[in-house]
Structure formats: structure tokens, C-alpha cells
């Protein structure tokens, strides 16, 4: 009887854990991990150099493939610029999980894997994919797409897994890639509206370069500067709205969507929160939330909810991310009017005549809105609360609760 009341206590104290820990998971470090093997201690450092260990803690499907320090000393030999390092180790980065089971058991014995410097949009065509192979005796190759079929890597042995989050395997050699090693400029140095138009971002590069703000994001690119393009299809839509504003509330509106400091992706999906613009002046807030749901990174204004759909460049002191919404801020635009009340019921004939002059109350001249504002532009007040909400430190499903539940109608049905 009594080993029957502690299997109940025990089963009790284990669901009421599940009840009130429901999401926990197992974080991966990856400078962490590498920080064990004195072996891959130059492929370590640059992975932090480059910022691309943020990257990966921030995902949670990853393989990389490590090099050993002769390996890196053989591509360090070739005295490329860090940021074209950048890109030769991110072909190394592949956004699927290959542990060393799944390797050996490839369908069709070949995979097509994308990679992070295919992620990044600087990888011309399909370059930024590598070609995994299942080859005879046991081996497995690696190779760069571009290199049709040649395999120059092996896999050498796996480091570590955390089955389907994050894989660490050792390969023979560096990927050799003339995409990925071609120089690569400095972002400071970049045309930002080139850029963004020869990536989906033509109309609000060129509405950018006839505007005042132009300057104010080219002057913010040395220092740090993090910048919101809309799609194409996205501002065409906007057109004539924005033809609407003034001439400062042009200018404010292509300004609110930089902000003057570099944010990668990995802070953005790690500080979320009221972010400032190069638009903000004092009493003129013009700020917006970033909130993030798993990979899913958005931007909320008082009047739309834009979603971040690619990178473009993301490389200290520059970022370029494309959203798919114009971002429309409460300073320039009023979100929809609520509902107007229903009728008064008629009076009663014995009650006395109303007074047949009312006040009537003026609107505030403001822009309109999107046709979408009605789910994507909240009152204020539904606004807050659901940003709240979202930022909640726990969500709460039926099932933990009802498991919590039916463990203590056993415990006390046992004793």
C-alpha cells in the first residue's frame, strides 16, 4: 500500500511539473559545444568574428559542418576580408538536421541541402546549396552545388547532436566556392537603394532616392543602421496613400522604417520590444513593437502588422530585411473607426420632446487606412492588450491541465 502512495505522489509531482513547465526546451550554444574541441578552436573564433554563432543559436533546425584549425589555416592562407570569410564558413551551415544516422540514410543516396549563405541572399542562383552524397564504403561527400557533383569534403566524424536541433560534424576540408569567396565589400560601402532594388525593393529604393530621407539612411550606415523595405508589390498597393502626405509626412514615413543602430536577425528574435526609428523627434514617437514567434519575426504599429519575409544583408554595421506590409504609423494615419452605436429606442409619448439641436462632433482629419485595418489595425487599447498577451511568459493548453487533473483523481483514488 505504501509503495502504491509513493508511485501516486510520484506520478502526481511529475504531471504538476509538465502543468507548470509546458514549454521547456533545450537551448544549443554553439561557441559552447566547439569550446570542448581544442581542434576546431580557429573555426570557433571566426564563427564569432563573423557574427554567424548568434545566427545559429537563434535557429532550431541546424547542422554545421566544422573544420579542424589545419583546415582554416589553409582558407586564412588566401587573405580574404572577413566578410567574404563570412561567406565561405556559411556555406558550412546547413538549415536541416543531418546527424550522423540520417547521413548514411539519405533517400535516393543524395541530398540537396540549402545552406546559410544561401539564406543571406548573397549566393548567386543555387550556389549557396551543398551536395550531400552516400558514397561506397561507408563514406559520405560534401560539395558545393556549383561544382557539378565533384565532392572535394568527407565526413569525418560527428561532434555532437541534440537530435533534430542542432547537429556539430567534422568534414575533411573547407567547401572550396568561388561564389562564396568572391570580395565582397563592405557594407558601409554598399549602395543601400541599389541593393534593395535588385532584390524586390525597386518602388521604395526609388520613392527613397527622390525623398529627403534618402541622406538621413545614407548618413546612418557608418554608425549602424538597420532598414525595413517593403516588397514591391507591397508599396505599389500604398502608392496612393503616400502620394496623399505632405511633403515632411513622406519623409517621416520612409524614415520610420530604419532604425539607427544595427540590428541583426538573432536580436530581433531575442529583444523584443518598442523600437525607435530614424523618423523619432521628441514628442513625435514614431516607434513601432517587434514581437517574434519562433522564427517568425513582426513588426506591429498601431495601424498594421508587417511580417520580416527575407534578408537582403545582415552584416555589421548594416541591415537589410524586406517586410511584406508598409508600415503605417499612428503620427500620419488613424486606425478605423469603431462601429457607430446602435439607434436610440424612440421615446415615449409622455416623455418630453428631445432638444432638436445637437453638437455634432468633427472627426479628425486623418489618411486612410489600408482595406485590411480591420484585422491588421486594432484599437489602441486592443492593441496593448494583445501585445501583452503575446508577451506573456507562459501559454497554457488543455492538455497539461487536464493530465495534472485525472494524476491527482488517481493519487487520491489509490489511497
Known sequence: MQLRSVAAVATVVISLAHLLFPHATSAHNITHILAKYPQFSTFN????ETHLAAEINSRETITVCAVDNAGMAELLSKHLSIHTIKNVISLHILLDYFGAKKLHQITNGTALAATMFQATGSAPGSTGFVNITDLKGGKVGFGPAENHGTLPATFVKAVEEIPYNISVIQISTMLPSASAEAPTPEPSQMNLTSLMSAHGCRVFA????????????????????T????????????????????ADGKQSLLEYHGVPVYQSMASLKSNNGVMNTLA????????????NEGDVVTLKTKIVTAKITGTLVDEQPVAIFTINKVLMPKELFKASAAPAPAPALAPDADSPEPSKKKKKHKAPAAADTPADSPADGPSDDFADS????????FSYSAGPVVAGVLS???FFLLL
Do not use: I
Not at 573564433?45 to 564569432?48: A, C, G, P
Not at 520613392?207 to 538621413?216: F, H, V, W, Y
Not at 523595405?229 to 505632405?246: E, H, R
Open 280 to 291: 523619432t523627434d521628441g514628442a513625435k514617437k514614431y516607434d513601432f513593437v517587434v514581437q
Open 227 to 246: 532598414v525595413f523595405c517593403p516588397g514591391d508589390d507591397a508599396m505599389k498597393n500604398f502608392m496612393p496613400k503616400f502620394k496623399n502626405l505632405t
Open 386 to 393: 494583445t501585445a501583452a498577451d503575446d508577451n506573456s511568459a
Open 408 to 410: 491527482m483523481w488517481f
Open 206 to 225: 526609388e520613392t527613397l532616392l527622390k525623398s529627403p530621407a534618402e541622406k538621413t539612411f545614407e548618413d546612418n550606415a557608418d554608425g549602424g543602421l
Open 45 to 48: 573564433h571566426y564563427l564569432t
